[in-house]
DNA sequence: ATGTGTTCCTGTCCGC
DNA sequence: TGCGGACAGGAACACA
């Protein structure tokens, strides 16, 4: 999926086209993603003007006019796509639904919405604006990292007395929220912290590069467009350019980057995820 | 309370 | 080319 520069990039994208606009209709393709689809969704969405649309961790939250928020998870495959004649400086025809193609939005200014989502452990939901914080997905979320409650004293906090590896501590929303596996294998290798740490066992001193580190990656990845690890789309349908950051994630077997280093990035598998890094230069 | 493993689903890639 | 298995950006859930 989309981690959090992806999805950030989601909610660049559809901003502009959104914004201000009623939607003129949801053509719901099928009963559920993930979920079922809430009662009614199309009937509560149409005719509901965007007032704005924000991002929580790795959701996307559309307030709506009818102080309804709707809520777009894009789980690991989830995509959203974007087709009119407001789309940038091109004319794109909507195109015929495609497979996977599950909900379509018809905006009042033209443009077409496509949420496409193979695997379907994406999720849409529309919950009362006024207590969005409160629904079950959103309650345990931890602080954004890039937000100002995310600080080296809160992590330090966080991982005291934490026997699980940091990799783990840092996938886990609740302890900050929007990582993924892409971007903690990034930041670990940055921060020179090894994945396999336990979390309680950093000293303070080793946490501290971690917080700017995090914030450093994912801003970095913001600025390019997000990555486009196998099929991540941008909505205007181009390619994301952090990919060609990457310094480990999926480049088991080839030379550590860090300068001087000489090591050789490793795979290993942590609660059935990968984690790629150097033994070298991560401890 | 924590920590770990399983599960949902489809598509792709790699080795035989 | 087909087939089987591993693996993929997430995270809720069940269980030790």
């Not at 509901?48 to 309804?68: F, G, P």
């Not at 940038?88 to 379509?104: L, Y």
């Not at 917080?211 to 994912?218: E, G, K, Q, S, W």
Request: with cysteine.
């Amino acid at each position: 999926m989309p981690e959090l520069p992806e999805v950030e990039t989601v909610r660049r994208g559809l901003e502009p086209v959104m914004t201000g606009v009623v939607i003129a209709g949801a053509d719901v393709r099928r009963p559920d993603l993930r979920w079922p689809f809430p009662p009614r969704m199309s009937e509560r969405l149409t005719g509901a003007q965007v007032l704005r649309l924000r991002r929580r961790s790795k959701y996307i939250l559309a307030d709506l006019s009818t102080e309804e928020t709707l809520l777009i998870h894009l789980g690991m495959s989830g995509r959203i796509l974007m087709s009119g004649k407001a789309v940038g400086n091109f004319h794109h025809a909507h195109p015929a639904p495609e497979k996977h193609d599950h909900v379509i939005f018809q905006m009042a200014n033209g443009v077409q919405i496509t949420f496409n989502d193979a695997r379907r452990f994406g999720a849409m939901d529309l919950i009362e604006t006024q207590s969005a914080e409160t629904h079950p997905l959103l309650a345990s979320l931890g602080p954004e990292p890039l937000g100002n409650a995310f600080d080296e004293p809160y992590l330090v906090a966080q991982f005291k007395g934490r026997n699980t590896p940091v990799k783990s501590a840092l996938l886990d929303q609740r302890t900050v929220a929007g990582l993924g596996n892409i971007y903690v294998c990034e930041a670990l290798h940055r921060a020179g912290i090894s994945p396999r740490r336990k979390a309680g066992r950093i000293s303070p001193g080793r946490v501290r590069p971690l917080v700017p580190t995090i914030r450093d990656v994912l801003n970095e990845a913001i600025a390019a467009g997000g990555s486009s690890l196998r099929d991540h789309r941008q909505t205007n349908g181009e390619l994301g350019y952090f990919q060609h950051n990457f310094r480990v994630y999926d480049r088991e077997g080839q030379a550590c980057p860090t300068p001087e280093c000489g090591g050789t990035i490793a795979r290993i598998v942590q609660s059935g995820r990968s984690s790629f890094y150097c033994p070298q230069c991560q401890r």
